[in-house]
């Protein structure tokens, strides 16, 4: 294997609109080549890939779409993918930030697929919505409700996507474009600054896992986890975070640090 120097020299903006409940994160610079080293993992056991893809399929599943081959494939700038939990559903909410131009593409195919495409305004900003109308009964009473399947605004350069209303407006009232002129540590939220500062900023992109909230989700899929948490018991019982970053390719050995918040 070549030698391959790290592609960052510092963590990227668009961990500015991560949001601090995330209790997963992942972000570098291009994403096909990052999807193209995990997505054999979908097929696995590995529980990481499973869990990125468990939260974008409900999007997939709207458009008909494959994201790695169709969207991800194209994707070669900075990138940012988090899961949060949705304190009413208990599902995995997911968030995508990228600076390239996919949003346009994803309109069209959401018009195929019988979605509607509108523009709305939320926290003073315009943001576009996919909706699907659907009826509701109660009594002799229907009713007409549009569901969302997709939401998206833009902020500076950067393309921000995701499931819920809730984070985007989280995301819209917690980040300013007037942030991204500023010192880029001071834009993230405190759980993110705590997390980088002890880690190498030379690297290729950040894995972050909050793992107290995320465990009962690995192991309800996995339940193998669970039974290899109990050979390491006092380490999981303590282990709040986990994150690993890449640092390239070093005289052929893949080169990376992992940190744990005990």
Known sequence: IENQPPVLTSPPQTLTYIPENSIL?????NLKQFWENI???????NPFPQLLYQGIHP???SLNINFADDIFSSLTGEYALSLSINEETKDLDWLFINNNNITSQLDNLAKEKGLSVGTLTLKDHP???WTKLVTSSAGNFSSLKAE???VYAQRGSYEILTNSVNILSDVLANSADDNLSSSPLESYNSKIRSTISVLPKENNGYLYLDWQPLKPYIVKKFPIIKIAELGLKPLFDNLQSLTIISEGVENGVNKGTIFLDI
């Open 59 to 61: 999007l997939e599943e």
């Open 127 to 129: 943001i576009t919505a």
């Open 25 to 29: 994160w992942l972000t570098g610079v």
């Open 39 to 45: 997505k054999i993992d979908l097929d696995t056991s």
């Open 148 to 150: 969302v399947k997709g």
